[in-house]
Nanobody
């Protein structure tokens, strides 16, 4: 499985961005897709996750009500719609996948994912 993220950019506070992640390779082996972010000097943190098969979602508290994760299995894409962006959302955002051979039943921590795409930078200005 390979991942390619895109969609980052510079946006004013209160604005919106939609990140995309293209999933290629053995997509049938994917169990969960997740979005994580890492700001300078901070640890990588969980943002949202979605079950590749049934669409079940989970969000970090910081993302609830503002961000929406979605998948398009036909296009092998995962999206992160981010609305109401805040300055503290500034970070490099990465998509990640956990495949069936690695899945432990949990999906909220970065060590639970075995495939990573490159980051896409999101910068929110005042």
């Amino acid at each position: 499985v390979q991942l390619q993220a895109s969609g980052g950019g510079l946006v004013q506070a209160g604005g919106s961005l939609r990140l995309s992640c293209v999933v290629s390779g053995r997509t049938a082996s994917v169990v969960f897709m997740g979005w994580f972010r890492q700001a300078p000097g901070k640890e990588r943190e969980f943002v949202a996750a979605i079950n590749w098969s049934d669409g079940f979602t989970k969000y970090a508290e910081s993302a609830k009500g503002r961000f929406t994760i979605a998948r398009d299995n036909a296009k092998n894409k995962v999206y992160l719609q981010m609305n109401g962006l805040k300055i503290e959302d500034t970070a490099s955002y990465s998509c990640a996948a956990v495949t069936e051979d690695y899945y432990s039943g949990s999906y909220s921590f970065d060590y639970e994912y075995n495939v990573w795409g490159q980051g896409t930078q999101v910068t929110v200005s005042s």
